[in-house]
């Protein structure tokens, strides 16, 4: 019997040459665009992490989490936390530690998160999520047990003065830092890609599929999906260290369900199962974010105003049109060409 495939799971060559000229252009970038849409395509590379963090649950394990930004804001807060107002802290120990945070909250919520199903999971991971919000939103200063006074700004958030010190290159460098972000993504990107066909990655597919029938045959589904939580989570720890770092600040609406919803429109939108679905999803979210914030006043009437009803309008025609997303529609237009040759 095959595995069974996620959507696009064995990405075509048109999307394998269309991912490569866009990682070509994201390397050459910082050569032709200014400072400003340099942090802007940081920014969009660090939600791409952040999706595809999401679409490990999602797209590969069937796990729809309304509460995985969760984990993104706590990468953040660990690296203010960990941070120092007299000067940076070495990145290769602050990184390090705010991904083993994240994914030991990820651990812990997990073991009693994934023994629901269905709607419940759903539930249950917005309200561990909300409960960490409001637990940073309501505290200026946490001091729990006696321990040493956790300072989260309430709020009003908490900034972050330096960017972490990596010795060997200097992240206060906006190219370098961009370059960096860039690694990242692409290391994520290979790592998840390598997971998906190992036997890990088939188990949790086979899971999605028919989860009794994996039962069935000897598979625990409990700590195959506890480890595929735990991972998104401490990968989702990444992408929120990486935002706090460049951004120098960080408040509880990472941890939103606002938050949590723009990840799962982002993986919807590029197309679930395969993680490149992720990132083309996370740039074009953002990119139409922006095009829509940017429309013009017509007859009095603020267009850019209401930029989440075109949003909504545009992930809704997405879904009708195109209900593989945006990468599955360009597979489709690939195809259809070379069938015209």
Known sequence: MSAPKSNLEALPRSIQ??????????????????????QMVA?????????????????????????HAAYFGLGGY??????????????????????????????????????????????VTMAFAQMLFFLVFDNKELNFLGLLPLRLGG??????????????FDLENKKVFYYFVLACLVLVYVFLRRLLWSPFGRALAGIRVNEHRMRAV???????????FTLAG????????????????VNPELMGFHMSAHAIMMVILGGMGNFAGAIVGAFAFEFMLELF?????????????????????????????????LLGLMERFGRKGADHE
């Open 17 to 38: 040459f269309v991912l490569l000229l866009g990682f070509v252009a994201l390397a050459a970038f910082p050569f032709v665009g200014s400072e400003f849409y340099q």
């Open 43 to 67: 920014r969009m590379m660090i939600l791409a992490i952040f999706a595809m963090s999401l679409d490990l649950l999602q797209g590969v394990t069937g796990l729809v989490s309304l509460g």
């Open 78 to 123: 660990a690296l203010a936390l960990m941070s120092s107002d007299n000067g940076p802290v070495s990145l290769w120990w602050t990184l390090p530690a705010a991904v083993a945070v994240a994914g030991l909250f990820a651990l812990v919520i997990g073991f009693f998160v994934v023994r629901t199903r269905g709607i419940y999971f759903i539930m």
């Open 155 to 168: 709020s009003d958030g908490v900034y972050i003065n330096f960017k972490p010190d990596a010795a060997l």
């Open 218 to 228: 000897g598979f625990g589904s409990f700590s195959y999906k506890l480890t595929a």
């Open 234 to 249: 401490a990968l989702a720890g990444l992408a929120g260290y990486l935002w706090g770092a460049q951004t120098g600040f």
């Open 293 to 325: 914030k940017d429309l013009p006043t017509v007859g009095g009437f603020r267009l850019g105003k209401h930029w989440q009803l075109w949003m909504g309008l545009f992930i809704v025609a997405v879904i009708i049109f195109a209900p593989r997303g």
